[in-house]
């Protein structure tokens, strides 16, 4: 017989009654009963999350602020949670929430401490501490509420820290543009500074080329003034011996009067003092014309350097106090210059009359000699002008003398000054030197600062607002799925139908014999009876297949990308599954039955249906290499989320080799099968 005909001879004999008949339709819609129902259970567990009760206490007290601002972030917090929706959130007080999480009507809560704001602001004070929210779970009521409640947290946790650094990062920012201006100012200081500073650098080389000059001048004042007195001396010389001459001339005009007799003698005597008086006349006059010389050129010196060091010495930047002394000093030297002059008009006036009295002097003693008649009355014009001779000349050493002291006195101050003009010269080209170096310093800062100021952002508003809001949250996740499952129970729906397809076939063959008693007692070939015992349940796994799959796509709408292929994969997926059932069954009877169930235990636990098949205990790993399912989940899922399909052709093979060796099994379990023994005919364990 043929495999054909020996599997519709089963199926004939499978609905031979309506009880088999409902009994084959059951099996047949075992793996969609199993597989829909899950599914079905777990479509979308998180889109059920907003009915699922939780509770929400704030307790936070709040915080001032440094600036007075009133902060109060736990009820804010709270009332997110409530008004986000998220789940089904309670406002309560710490022990309703404990409560309802003891008896379960709370499946968690989340409770905000009252320290809450308070921590939150403490980082202000450079004194942080954390803040904290207490997530209050109890497993007897679920253990995925807890690790619900921790994502919760995290992201409550998330959302207030990007809050509280968005807010930090504001602050740091305008701090930045507020430094930022304030370096500018600096800079502008500091040019400010700069200039200053050559000014007074200017200033003070002016200074010191003034205090130089000043220097000079006095330098030539203190010769001048040496000069007039030593020419004075020398005017005193010859006063003084003026005077002598005419207290020589007066006492002989004298004698000359009272003794007649001794008159020739006399008058040789008298033209004698004449001479000298004279000769004397004329030096006078030489030295008083260059006393009076000396006296106004020192005067026209003193006039012309006064204007121009005062001015000097303000441009220098000097004191109104420090002008005043220098003020003081030249009034002094003009002071002595004109109490000089006025001694040297003085002598000169005297030297005029001198000289005039000498002229009468002559005179006379010219008329005495000519005329001796007339000497009685020439003797007393000679007497009284020898008088006049002798006060002018007393008149004369007496000015000569306070000329000298004057141009002394003149020498020594102006000695002084030029000892502080030196002074003021070094310490102006000192201080030109300072100003120099602070010139540059002062450059070098400006240059700095500016060169600061240029590296310190100074942001917009609008930029502080997205840099802040950049640094609260940095990172942005682009999801970019290959494939993408959709929801919750499609992600699992791999898994669960290739599970399904196994329990479909285990259960096929507590109804199904492994191979046909009419083959068995024939001469048929063992690879025919194997096929024929195997075609028959394949074909009621095609209708499981069939079934599975509209129940997924239609009922429970999980979306497949390739459906036709995916139809196709699952039946090799059933076909393999139905192959390897009845090589256990057909070759270890009930003991390969129950083998099956265990093997699909294996198998759910090492496929990676759910975790990644990395996380399983390397025992499982390499369990999972070699079970047939794991390929199965594999190829559903590139199937039915659009995936690439190139690493399909490998599950297709693992399947292919599965189901290949499972019939290589079959057919020599149906060699064996020919044999009749006790065992066989009254078995021990019948399933």
């Known amino acids: 017989m043929r495999p054909l005909r020996l599997a519709a001879s089963e199926l004939r004999r499978l609905s031979a009654s309506t009880l088999l008949k409902l009994a084959l339709l059951a099996f047949a819609l075992i793996p969609t009963i199993y597989a829909g129902l899950y599914l079905y259970a777990n479509k979308d567990p998180y889109a059920a999350f907003p009915n699922l009760p939780a509770a929400v206490v704030s307790e936070d007290a709040g915080t001032t602020l ?55 602001a403490s980082s202000a004070d450079f004194n942080p501490r954390q803040a904290s929210l207490v997530l209050e779970t109890n497993d007897a009521n679920n253990y995925m509420t807890s690790m619900i409640g921790n994502t919760v947290i995290k992201e409550v946790s998330d959302s207030v820290a990007s809050e509280v650094s968005e807010t930090a990062a504001s602050k740091l920012l305008a701090g930045f543009t507020t430094i930022h201006g304030q370096l500018g100012q600096a800079v502008d200081g500091a040019g400010q500074l700069s200039s200053g500073a050559a000014s007074a650098h200017d200033g003070a080389t002016q200074l010191a080329d003034g205090a130089g000059t000043l220097e000079s001048g006095l330098g030539r004042l203190q010769t001048g003034a040496t000069q007039l007195a030593d020419a004075t001396g020398q005017a005193r010389t010859g006063a003084d011996q003026l005077a002598s001459g005419a207290d020589r001339l007066s006492a002989g005009l004298s004698t000359l009067d009272s003794k007649t007799s001794t008159l020739p003698s006399q008058t040789s005597r008298l033209a004698e003092g004449a001479a000298q008086v004279a000769a004397g006349n004329r030096k006078v006059a030489a030295i008083g014309d260059q006393a009076a010389t000396a006296s106004s050129r020192l005067r026209s010196q003193v006039a012309t350097e006064r204007p121009k060091i005062l001015a000097s010495l303000k441009a220098a930047g000097l004191t109104d ?20 002059d006025a001694t040297v008009q003085q002598a000169s006036a005297d030297l005029d009359r001198l000289s ?54 003149l020498a020594t101050a102006a000695g002084q000054a030029g000892t502080g003009a030196s002074t003021l010269h070094t310490g102006a080209v000192k201080l030109g030197d300072g100003l120099g170096q602070l010139q540059t310093g002062a450059s070098q800062l400006h240059d700095k600062l500016a060169e600061g100021r240029n590296s310190i952002p100074n ?53 199904v014999r492994p191979f046909s008693s009419r083959a068995l007692a024939t001469s048929q070939r063992s690879v025919r009876t194997a096929l024929g015992g195997w075609l028959a349940p394949a074909a009621v796994g095609v209708v499981q297949v069939v079934a599975l799959l509209a129940i997924v796509g239609l009922g429970l ?20 599954f139905v192959a390897i059932m009845h090589a256990l069954a057909s070759r ?54 659009g995936a690439q399909l190139d690493p399909l052709a490998g599950d297709v093979a693992v399947l292919v080799a599965y189901l290949v060796v499972a019939l290589a099994v079959s057919t020599a379990a149906a060699r064996r099968a020919r044999v009749w023994d006790a065992r066989r005919l009254k078995p021990d364990l019948v399933l």
């Open 66 to 120: 440094s600036t007075g601002e009133r902060l109060q972030v736990g009820g804010t917090v709270a009332d997110h949670l409530v008004d986000s929706r998220s789940f089904d959130w309670h406002r309560v007080d710490r022990t309703q929430a404990l409560d309802g999480v003891r008896s379960g009507r709370y499946d968690f809560a989340v409770i905000i401490p009252s320290s809450f704001s308070a921590d939150l």
């Open 557 to 576: 709408r999980i979306h497949v990308a390739h459906p036709v292929l995916a139809l196709g994969f699952l039946v090799l997926v059933s076909a393999s």
């Open 588 to 641: 270890l009877g009930a003991v390969g039955k129950f083998l099956g169930l265990v093997f699909m235990v294996v198998q759910l636990v090492s496929s990676g249906g759910t975790f990644p098949w990395q996380t399983l205990p390397r025992p499982l790993q390499a369990v999972h290499q070699v079970v047939p399912m794991s390929y199965a989940i594999d190829g559903l899922r590139r199937l039915m989320y």
């Open 459 to 511: 942001p917009s508003a609008a930029q502080r607002k997205a840099t802040a809001q950049t640094i609260g949250s940095p990172l942005r996740v682009e999801s970019d799925a290959m494939s993408r499952a959709g929801t919750y129970g499609a992600g699992l729906a791999p898994m669960f139908l290739s599970l399904s397809l196994w329990i479909g076939a285990y259960t096929i063959f507590l109804l």
């Open 356 to 409: 005039a009295g000498a002229d009468q002097v002559a005179s006379g003693s010219r008329a005495l000699a000519n005329s001796m008649p007339a000497l009685a009355g020439a003797v007393h014009q000679s007497a009284t002008g020898a008088g006049q001779l002798r006060g002018g000349a007393q008149q004369l050493s007496s000015g000569l003398g306070r000329i000298d002291d004057g141009a002394r006195q």
């Open 321 to 340: 106090a420090q002008i005043a002394d220098v003020t003081q000093r030249l009034d002094s030297i003009d002071g002595y210059v004109s109490t000089a």
